[in-house]
């Protein structure tokens, strides 16, 4: 059975950075490009960043370029999104995805999701 599991999130102020994790298993992990998106109430899941299997290739939404990286750690089946200066408008439930393409299209339907980490800023 596969498991997505994210961690790392939490209550954080304007300025300060954060490191998430998305740890899989049940899977081989390296055979899956990571997706990383997010999601406020009442709106759709948002895109956030992508990195390919091999790590040396990511790309992110325009809010979060420069302040938010991507990389992974096939040994450890783990992925991490480094967010820094992080803004109240970054505030969200994120959620890592698992595809078995690299595209620089966000992939409408992943085909594994986390079951997120909530993010809250403070002003």
């Known amino acids: 059975q596969v498991h997505l599991v994210e961690s790392g999130g939490g209550l954080v102020q304007t300025g300060d950075s954060r490191r998430l994790s998305c740890v899989s298993s049940g899977l081989t992990f390296s055979d899956y490009a990571v997706y990383w998106f997010r999601q406020t109430p009442g709106n759709a899941r948002e895109f956030v960043g992508g990195?390919?299997?091999?790590?040396?290739?990511?790309y992110f939404a325009d809010s979060v370029k420069g302040r938010f990286m991507l990389s992974r750690d096939d040994g450890r089946s783990t992925v991490f999104l480094q967010m820094n200066s992080l803004k109240p408008e970054d505030t969200a439930v994120y959620y890592c995805?698992?595809?078995?393409?690299?595209?620089?299209?966000?992939?409408?339907?992943?085909?594994?999701w986390g079951q997120g980490t909530q993010v809250t800023v403070s002003s």
């Open positions: 995805s698992l595809y078995h393409r690299w595209e620089y299209d966000p992939p409408r339907q992943p085909d594994y």
């Open positions: 990195i390919n299997w091999y790590g040396d290739k990511t």
